[in-house]
T-cell receptor, first 114, second 112 residues
Framework: GNSVTQMEGPVTLSEEAFLTINCTYTATGYPSLFWYVQYPGEGLQLLLK?????DKGSNKGFEATYRKETTSFHLEKGSVQVSDSAVYFC?????????????FGQGTELSVKP | IAGITQAPTSQILAAGRRMTLRCTQD?????MYWYRQDLGLGLRLIHY???????GKGEVPDGYSVSRANTDDFPLTLASAVPSQTSVYFCASLMGSHYGYTFGSGTRLTVV
């Protein structure tokens, strides 16, 4: 079945450091891929998405490229800020096999220190 | 403001009691979902509804039931709460498979 695997957290970085959170997926169809962010005490918000191979999603300085050959969708940011501290979830949606339901990774907690 | 409203925000519930978590959306999305979020386990799908009048079981449906009488409302009921149902519950809706979910702000439930 479809699944998403994220690198384990927590990840602790200093402000202005480079961020990579790895995400790989298994899917039988042609999924869309998403990154969601959850700030402390809040619900999940869509951060970025990519709907086909080689697409790059970007938002708020974050980027992720849909790599079909490596089944990956790694999240990157060149210079993190304290305000980026949150839990990040990678997810996929396979309309042909799951009717659009999202399957989530387990989440990666990011803590950015000043 | 378009979005999803969940109620209550938090609740402490005695074991064995019945509880309904409410979820209402005003975006006219067809598909709606209930997830629970537990530390170290991420989000797990409880039940879903692809359209009004239909529901389906997710990954962890036991102890929960849902109904979808209309497009806007998707309540989640715990018939007889148990401590293992202590969790944060999120309702979500979907406009289309390429758009991702819109989430509510969650209900923090503690069963004692």
């Amino acid at each position: 079945g479809n699944s998403v695997t994220q690198m384990e957290g927590p990840v602790t970085l200093s402000e202005e450091a480079f961020l990579t959170i790895n995400c790989t997926y298994t899917a039988t169809g042609y999924p869309s891929l998403f990154w969601y962010v959850q700030y402390p005490g809040e619900g999940l918000q869509l951060l970025l998405k990519a709907t086909k191979a080689d697409d790059k999603g970007s938002n708020k300085g974050f980027e992720a490229t849909y790599r079909k050959e490596t089944t990956s969708f790694h999240l990157e940011k060149g210079s993190v800020q304290v305000s980026d501290s949150a839990v990040y979830f990678c997810a996929l949606s396979d309309p042909y096999n799951q009717g659009g339901k999202l399957i989530f990774g387990q989440g990666t907690e990011l803590s950015v220190k000043p | 403001i378009a979005g999803i409203t969940q109620a209550p925000t938090s609740q402490i519930l005695a074991a064995g009691r019945r509880m309904t978590l409410r979820c209402t959306q005003d975006m006219r999305h067809n598909a709606m979902y209930w997830y629970r979020q537990d530390l170290g386990l991420g989000l797990r799908l409880i039940h879903y509804s692809n359209t009004a009048g239909t529901t389906g079981k997710g990954e962890v449906p036991d102890g929960y039931s849902v109904s979808r009488a209309n497009t806007d409302d998707f309540p989640l009921t715990l018939a007889s709460a148990v401590p293992s149902q202590t969790s944060v519950y999120f309702c979500a809706s979907l406009m289309g498979s390429h758009y991702g979910y819109t989430f509510g702000s969650g209900t923090r439930l503690t069963v004692v």
